[in-house]
């Protein structure tokens, strides 16, 4: 890659539950909050708590007696998923405007890949506009760390709260990071803290500049990737697809009006395949199972899918698939949206593939160089051919959080 | 309608005719059984839209008296009973009446059934094929001829021509190709009798034949085939079963089959079989259930399978003889078992033109009469 280096957001919302709370009932703004189990029970545990709470020193996991004799007056609330789920899809569609490169951690953290997406713009005060927007908007505070990569982003936005922008760069870690206490850091729990400190590593600067092998044989890999994390160093890219670990990759649109007429029904279906196909090339795989969705008119939808015999990955393939469920399940009624997903995915590095008697020539033609190749991995290693990847992907996704997809696939409908 | 009959061959007339009923039939008359009684004997009849297959059952024949009563009439039996009724009545004989009512009464022994039965004006009427296209094979060759190619028939409808196998009948040599486009089953004979008769693109259902193959048995005698546009009939003395014929045309095939080789090895066929079997245990788990083939100095194979999860298995394999080049290969394991169980040669030649194209087995003693076609598998 060309690029100096990335530009990677963590958004963190700041004790979200609490704070979602007090968006929906302003009066208990300013006042200790706790969100926990059963609040009529007194053994509840603290789920989360605002501010307030905390600085009277409530903590979250401490049980109810207990936060109660920090602090008497402390409101305590049931918590209520419902309205969380409803803020968090707010939150990562307003993510998902400025950068499809959004991976959502949890229900109320994300990372942002902002390097082709912040234009001319200064990062700061993209942050900020993004901050004052998510606040103005749903009334709810987040603070933002700001770093060439995940890690570093991380650890940024854990320096300020509540609604904190924190710039991280490489070069000034051993000012603000190093210092820190190893149990503060990204990665290192409890037991690892543990036993980084029998060794006498007490801050991340200890552990930077700690020599890798003993980390190794402490910790495992683990160890080297810690290490590696201290000075700076995360390679891991924003993985919008990474909520759900391989299991599919899926388009869908709005159609600008209800359709009847298949020549634009398929072209559609061209369109959103030859996306899935370029996001299951992005990521490496292959997918054995198609599956479409149909929102009629009515918002009546329908999902249907086919289980392949075959490997499939090109656009081709996929629309194809899409296009024979369509004409199987399609009862002819206006649609209102269609969606194609790939599933049952498989990393092309363990697949096999059985030739086809009637276009083995297409692989054939490259026997010998896949032979040079297998003779070069047989002398070198795995390591010698890495499939290259665009750097740039020049790709549109979608969520598989279904509450991102649902959000999405509204708003393209109502703009157009 | 009134007949007095040996149970055993009513027995086996009834299971001849069930294997074209289908319980799913979209003409609720055809889930039943046609009965027919008349001089020549009874005649049962059983079909789905594809296949139809009448069994007739002679009054005597060899000397063997069949049918001792009889009183000509027709009925149409619920096929979903008759077979387990007749199989468990207790006596050798059973008699079967119809009244006016079509009632029908099973009786042998002392056991009696009542059976409502459907009037058999109502059952459709079956095609008259009418074709000079007819040639004459002996059954256990025609069993043979189904063996070593029907297997290899597509099981998936992506393609459904190729569901089915190929009949080509051209200067006295009829070929038979079955292929689902990862392996390919080619299998000819001469004939000498065809009287210039030729035919090409008569593909029929891969399921017909597999039922065809269950109800004939192994003899010498001959059975008729007679070929129309779309459908095929194979005629014996008390057995008529009618198939309807795939639409559309069949690929050319001999184009597929390579003319030269880079690699031969000739080897012992059962060792070969059990070698592959033995690697597939483990390859069963993974998807194409691979095992690989490479060859080594000094005439031997060696033969490998892994599967990530469970393990490997590794073993070599002395073979007849290596020429040409070296070949690291995989394939599907059952491809290649099912490939040469067909061959049923002691000794077998596999001309291999490299990795990515497909390899032929023959038997060693080559008289160009069958051939199996395998595709390997792409590892990446």
């Known amino acids: 890659m060309k690029r100096k280096g990335r530009i990677i957001f963590h958004v963190d919302m700041n004790s979200f539950y609490a704070s979602v709370e007090m968006a929906y009932r302003p009066e208990l703004k300013g006042k200790p909050v706790a969100i926990a189990g059963n609040p009529e029970e007194r053994r509840g545990i603290v789920v989360t708590s605002s501010y307030e709470a905390r600085a009277r020193g409530v903590k979250t996991t401490m049980p109810l007696w207990q936060a109660y004799e920090h602090c008497p007056e402390l409101i305590v609330l049931r918590p209520n998923f419902n309205r969380y789920r409803e803020a968090s899809k707010h939150i990562f569609s307003i993510l998902s405007e400025a950068t499809p490169f959004v991976q959502p951690v949890s229900i109320d953290e994300g990372y942002m890949d902002l390097t082709d997406y912040v234009g001319e713009e200064n990062p700061i005060e993209f942050a900020h506009k993004l901050q004052q927007r998510i606040l103005n908007e749903l009334d709810l505070p987040c603070s933002i760390g700001i770093a060439p990569n995940k890690f570093l982003a991380k650890m940024a936005s854990d320096m300020k709260k509540p609604l904190g922008i924190t710039v991280l760069r490489k070069r000034e870690i051993k000012h603000t990071l190093w210092p820190l206490d190893i149990g503060e850091m990204y990665g290192v729990g409890q037991k690892t803290a543990e036993k980084l400190k029998r060794i006498e590593i007490h801050t991340i600067g200890d552990l930077a500049n700690k020599d890798v092998l003993t980390l190794k044989n402490l910790l495992g890999i683990n160890g080297e990737r810690l290490h590696q994390r201290a000075n700076g160093i995360d390679n891991r890219p924003v993985d919008p697809d990474a909520v759900n670990e391989f299991k599919s990759i899926g388009n869908s649109t709005t159609l600008p009006y209800d359709m009847t007429d298949l020549t634009n029904i398929y072209k559609t279906f061209d369109q959103l395949s030859k996306k899935v196909a370029e996001r299951l090339k992005y990521k490496n795989v292959v997918t054995e199972n198609i599956q479409i969705m149909i929102r009629y008119h009515d918002r009546k939808t329908i999902t249907r899918s086919k289980q392949l015999q075959d490997f499939i990955e090109t656009k081709e393939e996929i629309s194809g698939w899409a296009k024979r469920l369509f004409q199987q399940h399609w009862n002819e009624e206006p649609v209102r949206l269609l969606g194609v997903t790939a599933q049952h995915l498989t990393p092309k590095n363990e697949l096999s593939k059985q030739l086809d008697l009637f276009n083995y020539e297409q692989e054939a033609e490259k026997e010998k160089l896949y032979l040079a190749m297998d003779q070069m991995k047989e002398k070198y290693g795995d390591e010698v051919f890495i499939q290259l990847r665009d750097p740039e992907p020049n790709i549109s996704t979608s969520f598989q959080k279904d509450f991102l997809s649902e959000y999405k696939t509204e708003e393209k409908g109502s703009d157009s | ?380």
């Not at chain 2, 008296?65 to 009973?81: D, L, R, S, T, Y």
């Not at chain 2, 095939?253 to 690699?263: A, E, G, M, V, Y």
């Open chain 2, 1 to 380: 309608m009134k007949i007095l009959i040996e149970r055993e061959p009513l027995m086996n007339s009834i299971q001849n005719v069930m294997k074209a009923i289908s319980s799913k039939t979209t003409i609720p008359i055809l889930s039943g059984i046609k009965l027919e009684a008349n001089d020549q004997g009874v005649k049962l009849t059983g079909s789905n839209s594809d296949i139809t297959i009448e069994s007739i059952i002679p009054v005597e024949e060899d000397g063997i008296v069949n049918i001792h009563e009889m009183v000509p009439g027709q009925i149409v039996v619920q096929a979903k009973f008759l077979p387990e009724i007749i199989r468990k009545l207790p006596d050798h004989q059973v008699e079967i009446n119809v009244d006016s009512d079509l009632n029908l009464q099973i009786k042998s022994g002392h056991a009696e059934f009542k059976l409502n039965g459907q009037d058999a004006e109502e059952y459709p009427q079956l095609p008259v094929l009418q074709t000079d296209n007819s040639f004459d094979l002996q059954i256990d060759l025609l069993k043979m001829l189904i063996r070593q190619t029907n297997f290899a028939v597509s099981v998936s409808e992506t393609r459904p021509i190729l569901t089915g196998v190929h009949l080509k009948l051209e200067n006295d040599l009829l070929e038979l190709v079955a292929t689902d486009s990862h392996r390919l089953a080619s299998r000819k004979i001469t004939m000498n009798d065809s009287e210039q008769l030729t035919f090409n693109n008569v593909v029929i259902p891969g399921k017909s034949l597999s039922e065809l193959n269950k109800i004939l048995d192994e003899t010498q005698e001959t059975i008729q085939v007679s070929v129309t546009d779309n459908q095929i009939l194979f005629r014996t003395k008390n057995l008529y079963f009618l198939s309807r014929l795939l639409d559309g045309n069949y690929p050319e095939t001999s184009r597929l089959i390579p003319n030269q080789s880079k690699t031969v090895v000739k080897v012992d066929s059962k060792e070969l079989i059990e070698s592959i079997d033995r690697a597939s245990l483990l390859a069963k788990d993974n998807r194409n259930n691979i095992v690989k083939l490479v060859t080594k100095g000094q005439n031997t194979l060696q033969i490998t399978s892994h599967s990530p999860e469970v393990g490997q298995v590794e073993e070599t394999l002395e073979t007849d003889s290596i020429e040409g080049e070296d070949l690291k290969i995989s394939f599907n394991a059952k491809y290649m078992i099912d490939a040469l169980k067909a061959i049923d040669s002691d000794q077998v030649s596999i001309n291999f033109t490299g990795a990515m194209r497909p390899f032929v087995i023959r038997p060693e003693e080559d008289d160009e009469q069958i051939l199996q076609l395998i595709t390997p598998v792409r590892t990446y």
